[in-house]
């Protein structure tokens, strides 16, 4: 029963498309994030939620838009995708400020 | 602006052949550092979290270290199914920063049978 869920693992789309990413765990974390790993393998922040609610917000373009439905699931939804998007994502969980993160198996996405 | 290298890029070493692997920090104020490692297509999984300097933390054939600026994963009599990359990660102390880890590049270890 895998802990952290990622949907889908790959995905291919073209400039401009809007797309989106889900994320679900099982773990009964209270936070969750989202990294990017871009192509020099740095995994970098984007955002946290801490139940439901935003509580980082990296200088991310505001095409990316995170939703937290409920606690166990953080999607996150990108608008007029752009080449520079490519990269791996990341989602992960952690159950106190400090705690060891789980991790998903990630997303590839590849914009054409 | 915290910051973390790790070195080198990438480690080949025969089965058995024990060596460490280098994360050097600079944060404004650690809280904690944390070592994952990572397979290919995977997400990280962890290994160790470190919190002061001195401290040290063993997992079968991997213990890691901690001074004040630098942290050590040692391997001894590393098997090739100890090839992955293994990523170094520090939390910072700030105000509003203890919520994220700020990653290395990672060491792609493989170790040849």
């Known amino acids: 029963d895998t802990a952290v869920s990622q949907t889908p693992k790959y995905l291919v789309t073209q400039m401009g498309n809007d797309k989106s990413i889900k994320c679900e765990q099982n773990?009964?974390?209270?936070?969750m994030y989202w990294y990017k790993q871009d192509s020099k393998k740095f995994l970098k922040i984007m955002f946290s939620?801490?139940?439901?609610?935003?509580?980082i917000n990296e200088t991310v373009p505001n095409r990316f838009s995170p939703k937290s439905p409920d606690k166990a699931h953080l999607n996150l939804h990108i608008n007029s995708l752009e080449l520079g998007d490519s990269a791996v994502y990341f989602c992960?969980?952690?159950?106190?400020?400090?705690?060891?993160?789980?991790f998903g198996n990630g997303t590839r996405l590849t914009v054409t | 602006e915290d910051q973390v290298t790790q070195s080198p890029e990438a480690l080949r070493l025969q089965e058995g052949e024990s060596s460490s692997l280098n994360c050097s920090y600079t944060?404004?104020?650690?809280?904690?550092l944390f070592w994952y490692r990572q397979d290919p297509g995977k997400g990280p999984e962890f290994l160790f979290t470190?919190?002061?300097a001195g401290e040290e933390k063993e997992k079968e054939r991997l213990k890691a270290t901690l001074t004040k600026k630098e942290s050590f994963l040692h391997i001894t009599a590393p098997k090739p199914e100890d090839s992955a990359t293994y990523l170094c990660?520090?939390?910072?102390?700030?105000?509003?920063?203890?919520?994220?880890?700020?990653f290395g590049k990672g060491t792609k270890l493989t170790v040849n049978p």
């Open positions: 992960a969980t952690g159950s106190y400020e400090g705690s060891p993160l789980h």
């Open positions: 773990l009964g974390h209270d936070t």
């Open positions: 939620y801490n139940n439901k609610e935003l509580i």
């Open positions: 944060v404004s104020g650690l809280r904690g």
């Open positions: 470190l919190y002061s």
């Open positions: 990660a520090v939390q910072p102390g700030t105000q509003g920063g203890s919520e994220k880890l700020v």
